[in-house]
């Protein structure tokens, strides 16, 4: 598959992952979190999604599209580590966690996603849903959209 066709796959598992997670989650409280602002484009799409609910986004740089910049007391901005044992200390009930870490070298990303999984799990509310692009550590995996190949994103409760 070509890494054109592979980018497609990924973003419209990301949208459509996003779409049905948010249908999960009706009727329960909890904020969401975006590891992973990048470019902006899962951040603006879970604002469109869930514009009442307060959206969290972590990254290590701010170089998202000038328009999808969140605001400052949303913005987690430093290495995962550091920011999610905030997030924690703060005693956030995440409802809702997306991760989206990662540069695309396959072994590098599972590694960081299985060191950061026992620390994502501090911030979650009992019961939240996280969709995932590289597989975690620790949570119950979940079937989620039928749109959406087994390998490609992956969905676990808390
Ligand atoms: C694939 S991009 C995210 C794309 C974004 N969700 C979007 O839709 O545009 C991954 C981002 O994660 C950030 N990142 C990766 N590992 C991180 C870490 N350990 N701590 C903080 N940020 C990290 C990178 O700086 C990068 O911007």
Same mark, same amino acid.
């Given at each position: /598959?070509?890494?054109?066709?592979? /980018?497609?796959?990924?973003?419209?598992?990301?949208?459509?992952?996003?779409?049905?997670?948010?249908?999960?989650?009706?009727?329960?409280?909890?904020?969401?979190?975006? /590891?992973?602002?990048?470019?902006?484009?899962?951040?603006?799409?879970?604002?469109?999604?869930?514009?009442?609910?307060?959206?969290?986004?972590?990254?290590?740089?701010?170089?998202?599209?000038?328009?999808?910049?969140?605001?400052?007391?949303?913005?987690?901005?430093?290495?995962?580590?550091? /920011?999610?044992?905030?997030?924690?200390?703060?005693?956030?009930? @995440?409802?809702?966690?997306?991760?989206?870490?990662?540069?695309?070298?396959?072994?590098?990303?599972?590694?960081?996603?299985?060191?950061?999984?026992?620390? @994502?799990?501090?911030?979650?509310?009992?019961?939240?849903?996280?969709?995932?692009?590289?597989?975690?550590?620790?949570?119950?995996? @979940?079937?989620?959209?039928?749109?959406?190949?087994?390998?490609?994103?992956?969905?676990?409760?808390?």
């Amino acid at each position: /598959m070509s890494r054109l066709d592979s /980018m497609l796959r990924r973003l419209s598992a990301q949208r459509d992952g996003l779409n049905w997670a948010v249908a999960q989650i009706a009727g329960h409280p909890g904020e969401v979190l975006d /590891m992973g602002l990048g470019n902006g484009r899962t951040y603006d799409h879970l604002r469109e999604i869930l514009p009442d609910r307060r959206i969290r986004v972590m990254d290590r740089v701010l170089a998202c599209h000038p328009s999808c910049t969140p605001p400052e007391a949303d913005f987690l901005q430093g290495e995962a580590e550091v /920011m999610l044992n905030h997030l924690a200390n703060e005693g956030a009930q @995440i409802i809702l966690a997306h991760y989206d870490f990662g540069r695309g070298i396959k072994e590098e990303d599972v590694a960081e996603a299985a060191r950061l999984s026992p620390l @994502i799990a501090r911030v979650l509310a009992p019961g939240a849903l996280l969709v995932s692009g590289q597989p975690l550590v620790g949570f119950e995996q @979940i079937s989620g959209p039928d749109t959406i190949a087994r390998d490609r994103y992956l969905f676990y409760r808390a």
